[in-house]
């Protein structure tokens, strides 16, 4: 038991099942407000906005503390992300629009940030689908290719976020600030401030 406790998987999984269990428990007891619809089409929509913040958060990390074996969890935490987008879609296709195929047709093609935010789900697709490491091996140099499609559809989230909120800007504000910043350290001078800041931090030879 000690064991596994000591594997950071365990805790990544549980932090990331953290958002689903607080739904279920806020469900169960009457906690989702006035418009439950509402409630988890923004919760679940957070999430996957925080999840790909987190996955781009894990490259500056790495060459901020040195610490390679962060990438190895960078599957996991894609794949919370593309489980928390699918409760968001599906909460939209199945509580919104009750699978009405005429219905969400329109609405993605009449309303702008349903259509970038179904642009951003269709993009994650692909990437969920060759996560694994057997994939990674078939696709070669095409895998990370593909793979960089996280920036574009992290830009389409902030957008997205951005077009459905239509008077307090400041959240999807905060998350774009912190793209903008993520994004930024992996430039030439986001990386080489990066790693002085570790300078500082470990003693020479360590």
């Known amino acids: 038991m000690g064991a596994v406790l000591r594997n950071p998987k365990v805790w990544i999984v549980l932090l990331c099942l953290l958002p689903l269990v607080r739904l279920i428990v806020l469900g169960v007891g009457g906690g989702l407000g006035a418009n ?3 409630f988890i089409t923004h919760s679940t929509g ?8 987190v996955i781009l958060s894990v490259t500056p990390l790495r060459q901020l503390t040195g610490r390679a074996d962060l990438v190895r969890y960078r ?19 199945w509580l919104d629009q009750f699978f ?5 047709a329109r609405d993605i093609v009449k309303r702008p940030f349903i259509t970038v935010g179904f642009t951003a789900f269709v993009l994650l697709i692909p ?4 996560s694994t490491h057997a994939m990674m091996r078939r696709l070669g140099r095409r895998w990370q290719l593909l793979h960089r499609l996280i920036y574009l559809i992290a830009v389409l989230g902030i957008i997205h976020y951005l077009w459905l909120v239509k008077k307090d800007l400041t959240d ?11 994004l930024g350290l992996r430039l030439p001078l986001g990386v080489a401030l990066l790693r002085a800041i570790r300078g500082r931090w470990v003693p020479a030879g360590s």
């Not at 599957?75 to 296709?93: D, E, S």
């Not at 009405?100 to 969400?104: E, L, V």
Request: hydrophobic share 60%.
């Open 46 to 53: 957070t999430w996957t906005l925080v999840g790909l913040l």
């Open 172 to 182: 999807p504000l905060v998350y774009g600030g912190v793209l903008v910043l993520l």
């Open 36 to 38: 439950p619809i509402e």
């Open 75 to 93: 599957r996991m935490l894609g794949l919370f992300t593309f489980f928390y987008a699918c409760l968001h879609f599906v909460t939209y296709l």
């Open 127 to 130: 990437l969920a689908a060759t």
């Open 100 to 104: 009405d195929p005429a219905a969400i």
